[in-house]
């Protein structure tokens, strides 16, 4: 069976370039890095849970977390300056190749109540953003062994110049993408 980097090279770069009339290869559009980020607001002060999350995104993703800190203080939000309140990690090349795999190919399948990506995810520079509620449809992780259930946020950053490209992109990868306005059967 093909991997989506292959079938990128091999079936996407042509496809692309008869749909957008484009000459060269390196002017098709490609997947340049994906970020995954969890916000931490409500576990702040629960530093084992913290360890948790941060374990769970390094078994998901194949690589260690960083944590980010708030760049300004906010008595609303009771957030001091420099204090944790993320956790990210940027992927790219094969950790990002075989992360894209395993989201299109066994995550977004374990969607409760899927009916495909909103278009409104892809942004107007072709970026799709993708906000999952629960981090329990990754392989990677037994909800037998899962305490505490959060959410992640993951953006996949194109070099894609306008939402179209980025739109053909993503779909030929095998996104289900819902095509305007008309959700899909993924049963």
Do not use: C
Not at 27 to 46: C, L, Q, S, T, Y
Not at 92 to 98: A, F, I, L, Q, V
Not at 123 to 134: C, H, M, P, V
Not at 147 to 167: D, M, P, S, W, Y
Request: glycine content about 10%.
């Amino acid at each position: 069976m093909m991997t989506i980097r292959e079938k990128y090279k091999t079936e996407i770069v042509d496809e692309m370039k008869k749909l957008f009339n484009l000459s060269n290869n390196l002017e098709v559009p490609k997947v340049e890095k994906i970020i995954v980020n969890i916000g931490i607001g409500k576990f702040i002060k629960d530093s084992v849970i913290v360890a948790d999350i941060f374990n769970s995104l390094k078994n998901i993703t194949g690589q260690k977390p960083v944590m980010t800190k708030s760049k300004k203080s906010i008595s609303g939000f009771k957030t001091r300056e420099g204090l944790e309140i993320g956790i990210k990690i940027t992927m790219r090349g094969k950790r990002m190749w075989n992360f894209l795999e395993k989201l299109v190919g066994a995550s977004i399948p374990r969607i409760r109540d899927f009916h495909g990506i909103k278009i409104k995810a892809v942004d107007g520079g072709g970026n799709l953003n993708l906000g999952i509620k629960e981090h329990l449809i990754f392989p990677e992780i037994s909800p037998e062994q899962v305490k505490n259930i959060f959410g992640l946020q993951v953006n996949i950053i194109t070099n894609a110049k306008n939402r179209e490209k980025g739109l053909a992109l993503f779909r030929l990868l095998g996104f289900p993408i819902e095509k305007e306005g008309i959700k899909l059967n993924t049963k």
